[in-house]
């Protein structure tokens, strides 16, 4: 089955035809931000390959935990005692910033960035993630019949997962805080200090600081600062204890609260709207920086 | 070449995108996921015709853009890269487990990096990540162990007329 040198000319006119076809979808893609046609086709499709893929994740669910428990059995024992350590130094923790808590309560209250106590929220489970080890986003089963828009904020037990990017009548799409193009705006709970923390692609987080004043320490609360995202959700915990190097210029990393490799049920903030994102499409207004807009990062 | 043959690999990619998404949602070795569509594109571009080979790889590309959190057309590219080149070795005088597996492992590597490099270019990110060295190799490594499995499915649901490299 050799081809002829005349079909593979032909297979290379079409080879490069159908890459130049994919610039050109991809140049259009980006320019439209994924709104226009490329959504309603990555909707459409989503919608199409949604019961497929809650039907395959139906039957592989059960079946990966049963082997993960039987594989696991060996590791309880050792995984009680680092689980009991954890915990006397998460108490040890608990009484060391019960101080700044009171502080930071404060400080809330005069700026008024207290987050909300009753923010509604829906329960929805993950059915799929990327479809490549690049991708850095997980679909849901919930979508715009259970009120998700565009822009809202996802959270698990822990704290800040991500961000909807993406609404079907029946799922939608988070885009995870560890994906390079996301960006969210914080601020340190002990000295209320403001920066954006943006993802890196891996398991930590970037955080620049542009005026910091005083030092960051390593384990102090990175919380969202309410910008786009509801105000006092824990995004993770300073990595590196850094100064600033230039100026008030500071850059560390953080730790994720949430645990992405284990992501089984995420709460989405239905509640709550930034001031300055429209609340119906979620998208950002003039001026506004964009949360999936790599210049939103200030260097 | 019939046109069910064309439907019966499209039906292969569409499986391996649900597969990719769901599955290797739970199972990941090291870390990290297998890539099974570049890997049955690789399969079936060793069983059809240049020209049907490039439409699938190509469909089957941009329905993993549709799936995923890229702009749309950069998979589809990838994709159409390594259907391509798989299309100019396959019928070398080069054939044994080794060479096969060089084969996936290099080709893996290339749809690999051919999107990290148009996804660098559309504003992704990716070439700076850390560990991206990580996201080319462990799945390229996890491809060569899925490869004779995956090879031997696409070969019965094609059914070619004849067998190429190690098929």
């Keep these: 089955m050799l081809p002829s040198g005349r079909r593979l000319d032909r297979a290379t006119a079409l080879f490069v035809s159908l890459l130049a076809v994919g610039f050109l979808v991809a140049t259009f893609d980006v320019r439209a931000s994924g709104e226009s046609a490329t959504g309603i086709l990555r909707s459409g499709v989503q919608t199409l390959a949604e019961p497929v893929q809650r039907g395959i994740d139906f039957v592989v669910r059960p079946a990966v935990g049963f082997i993960d428990g039987i594989s696991n059995v060996a590791g309880l024992r050792d995984q009680n005692e680092r689980l009991v350590a954890e915990v006397g130094r998460l108490e040890q923790r608990l009484r060391e910033t019960a101080a700044l808590e009171r502080r930071v309560r404060e400080l809330e209250a005069i700026n008024d960035l207290a987050p909300p106590e009753d923010l509604a929220a829906i329960t929805a489970r993950i059915y799929s993630s990327g479809a490549s080890t690049f991708d850095e986003v997980r679909f849901i089963d919930k979508g715009s019949s259970h009120g998700i828009v565009e822009g809202q904020a996802v959270m698990d037990e822990s704290g800040l997962v991500g961000r909807v990017d993406l609404v079907t009548p029946s799922s939608a799409r988070v885009r995870l805080i560890t994906d390079p193009i996301v960006s969210v705006g914080v601020r340190l709970q002990d000295t209320n200090q403001t920066g954006a923390v943006t993802g890196r692609g891996d398991d930590l987080l970037r955080l620049d600081m542009f005026d910091a004043s005083e030092p960051v320490r390593e384990g102090v609360v990175v919380l969202t600062d309410g910008s786009l995202f509801p105000p006092g959700i824990v995004v993770g915990f300073v990595n590196e204890t850094k100064a600033a190097d230039v100026g008030f210029a500071l850059r560390t990393t953080v730790e994720p609260a949430a645990e992405f490799s284990t992501l089984d049920f995420v709460k989405v903030v239905i509640g709550w709207s930034p001031l300055d994102v429209d609340p119906a499409t979620g998208d950002p207004l003039v001026d506004a920086p964009s949360f999936t807009d790599p210049g939103s990062v200030r260097e | ?167």
């Design chain 2, 1 to 167: 070449m019939t046109n069910v043959k064309i439907f019966i690999a499209l039906g292969l990619v569409v499986g391996a995108a649900l597969i990719q998404t769901t599955v290797f949602q739970h199972v990941r070795p090291f870390g990290y996921a297998p890539a099974l569509g570049l890997l049955t594109v690789i399969a079936i571009a060793r069983l059809l015709d240049p020209e049907p080979t490039l439409f699938v790889a190509f469909t089957g590309g941009f329905l993993q853009d549709l799936l995923g959190g890229a702009p749309l057309g950069l998979w589809a590219s990838a994709f159409t890269v390594v259907a391509f080149v798989t299309l100019k070795v396959r019928d070398r005088e080069v054939a044994g487990p080794i060479a096969v597996l060089a084969g996936v492992f290099g080709l893996t590597l290339l749809g690999q990096f051919t999107f990290a490099i148009l996804g660098t270019l559309f504003g992704q990110s990716i070439i700076n990540r850390p560990g991206f060295f990580g996201h080319l190799v462990v799945p390229a490594i996890l491809n060569m162990l899925l490869a004779y499995p995956v090879f031997w499915v696409a070969r019965m649901a094609v059914r070619p007329g004849e067998r190429t490299w190690a098929a």
